[in-house]
């Protein structure tokens, strides 16, 4: 080992381990942490010790990093990061940067932020986007934290991140945990987009009656179109993957109860808070808790006689008509996203660059696909537009796939599916688009029984009307 290493990381994992390679084929010399001392030896097989050095002892490692000292964490989430934290502070000085790498809530970041600063650390909540392929070759990165910490670790950043036309997948999202906050939302649209394609496959499966290698096929298929993506692509991979354990395709074999660790929840949850509706959000969130009541699923099947399964005739008109759906939901998706992040920049002052998530979320990330490159240029004409249901082109987007989205539910419904997200993409566009809602109702309701007042279309004030009462 040498002295003077440019970054430390902490976690070796995949993640960690990764990128550390990512950064070292960039030009930076890493020395990596661990205790477990098995991914401290597979680290160092790595490289040679003049760029690449591991070791399992705290200070060993500090003493290894040139001064100031930025180390990156890439450990779960929650209690972990501050165990960590509270095991370096002993060997950090003024001046030294951690950079939260993981996936922590943005309100934990905060908290950090502010503790760390008593001490004179920058403290910086990083979202890094891209599983481990993108840990290695090149990320989607959104920063947050102070501008001085950024200004020292942005080469590197922008070093090892993914780029599109050359443009790299970083940009200073804002003050704070604006990073943090950035990369929640982005899993929660990650979230919208799974549950998806997942009711696509669903209706292509039981209306069309397709197998997996039809599967195959029509996804790759939409993925040199409108709907190209990372998550088509690997949809379409996954259909022709074979299972190891047995005769059968592996995507058959896989029980359908869906994890998650929690960010499109906390997204969810964060909308509610803001009053900010993301409805193909919840209900991918809700959707993966349902799949996860298995016992109930498997009663409920016995007890609840659904409708008559009808197969479409025309296979080639439903696909087609499917995949402007699938079009349609993507963007109101993304709209969903992009109205919580201009909500959020609002609300905690993290004056965040629309056009700039637009545009580092094209590369790199889960979420990336064509649509961004759309949704980039309707905040470059506009940075301040508050719905991208506003933006002309996005809207003659939406106008003219709606019809085909119309369809899919109605196919889907018909046949007795759980087509939740198409359902809710649909109502994002109608509930928006419909001049008169039937709120007044709900007025009329709330003054009825609680006093609690309305609003008049033809005077200003509130008002309260002593009911009809019933006996
Ligand atoms: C990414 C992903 C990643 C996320 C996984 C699993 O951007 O690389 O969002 O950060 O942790 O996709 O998330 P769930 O376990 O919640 O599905």
Known sequence: MKKGYDYGMVGLG????????????????????DKDEKKVTGFLEHGDAENIYATADIKTFTDSLQSPKVIILLVPAGKIVDAVISDLLPFLMEGDIIIDGGNSHFTDTQKRILDLADKKIDFMGVGISGGEHGARFGPSIMPGGSVDAYSIVEKMLVAIS????????????????????????????EYGMMQLIAETYQLLKVNLELDNDAMHKIFAQWNKGILKSYLIAITANIFVQKDDLSDKQLIDVIKDTAQQ???????????????????????????????????IRSEAHQLLKGPTIEIFQNTQGFIDSLERALYFSFISTYAQGFALLSAASEQYQFNLNLKNIATIWRGGCIIRSAILEDIRFAFSE????????????????????????????????????????????????????????????????????????????????KFHTNWNQIN
């Open 261 to 295: 660790k929690g960010t499109g929840g906390w997204t969810s949850l964060e909308a509610l808070e803001l009053r900010v509706p993301i409805p193909v959000i919840d209900l991918a969130v809700a959707m993966r808790d349902m799949s996860a009541y298995e016992n």
């Open 162 to 189: 993914a780029k599109v036309d050359d443009v790299p997948c970083v940009a200073y999202m804002g003050k704070g945990a604006a990073g943090h906050y950035v990369k929640m939302v982005h899993n929660g649209i």
């Open 382 to 461: 506009n940075d301040k537009l508050s719905s991208l249901l506003l933006n002309k082109e996005i809207a003659k987007k939406l106008i003219e796939n709606q019809d085909s989205a119309r369809s899919a539910v109605i196919s889907g419904v018909k046949n007795g599916l759980p087509i939740a997200g198409l359902m809710s993409a649909l109502l994002y566009f109608d509930a928006f688009r419909n001049i008169a809602i039937p709120a007044n109702l709900i007025q009329a309701q709330r003054d009825f029984f609680g006093a609690h007042t309305y609003e008049r279309i033809d005077k200003e004030g």
């Open 14 to 33: 995949t993640m960690g381990g990764n990128l550390a390679l990512n950064m070292n084929d960039n030009g930076f010399s890493v020395c990596g942490y």
